[in-house]
């Protein structure tokens, strides 16, 4: 079965540090995973997805086949990236199962 | 700009009642979704189409349905609303995949934000 886990909730940081969301997969075949992110009183929206391999907003997250895992780094948070971030895996069908999302709270 | 719209921010009903949201996009996307979005539970789905007058059901269909009778509307229907349904749901659409492609982005509407009493 598919499964994305996203084990924590809540991740406080402080400005200037690094930022890691863990995400982690169960498939079966070749995964294709993607990070959503909603910030305050706005609209879900797409932050970066595997295959291409990208940075948006100095985030960058790599896929980890023998880990499964595609975990979103970034080197130095701000303020503006508090958000809630969803991890998700590619169904059929252009369908996708997200995990339950982790809420990053960046504070000075 | 995608364009995901949704009929209502909030909605207050009693239980027992016929609910419908309705969505609407302006981009001529074959595949729309309706999701459900709880705290700790994540982006459900509920149901799917990919087509006019075509569904599927999601992970989560029981007690609602949904209708298509146009590419640009999906609408979401809660038959008998029950308190196990106050939550905030989300539309989204996305084209369709072709070629190489296996997936699109998807594009998500503000969201509806009901409570049933």
């Known amino acids: 079965a598919q499964r994305v886990t996203q084990p924590e909730k809540l991740l406080s940081v402080f400005k200037g540090a690094p930022v890691e969301l863990k995400c982690n997969y169960s498939y079966s075949g070749s995964p294709e995973l993607f990070w959503y992110v909603q910030y305050s009183r706005q609209r879900l929206q797409l932050l970066l997805r595997?295959?291409s391999r990208e940075s948006i907003k100095g985030f960058t997250a790599d896929l980890n086949k023998g880990e499964t895992s595609f975990h979103l780094k970034k080197p130095f948070a701000q303020e503006e990236d508090s958000a809630m971030y969803y991890c998700a895996l590619f169904r059929t069908a252009s369908k996708l199962t997200f995990g339950t999302g982790t809420r990053l709270q960046v504070t000075l | 700009d995608v364009k995901v719209t949704q009929s209502s921010r909030y909605l207050v009903k009693r239980t027992g009642e016929k609910v419908f949201l309705e969505c609407v996009q302006d981009?001529?996307?074959?595949?729309m979704f309706w999701y459900r979005q709880d705290p700790g539970l994540g982006l459900r789905l509920i149901y799917f189409?990919?087509?006019?007058?075509?569904?599927e059901k999601g992970d989560i269909p029981e007690g609602y349905s949904v209708s298509r009778e146009k590419k640009e509307r999906f609408s979401l229907i809660l038959e008998s609303a029950s308190t196990n349904q106050t939550s905030m749901y989300l539309c989204?659409?996305?084209?369709?995949?072709?070629?190489?492609?296996?997936?699109?982005?998807?594009?998500f509407g503000p969201g509806t934000r009901l409570t049933v009493l």
């Open positions: 981009m001529d996307h074959e595949n």
């Open positions: 989204a659409s996305s084209p369709a995949v072709k070629g190489g492609s296996s997936y699109n982005e998807q594009f």
């Open positions: 189409s990919y087509d006019v007058k075509m569904k």
């Open positions: 595997h295959i």
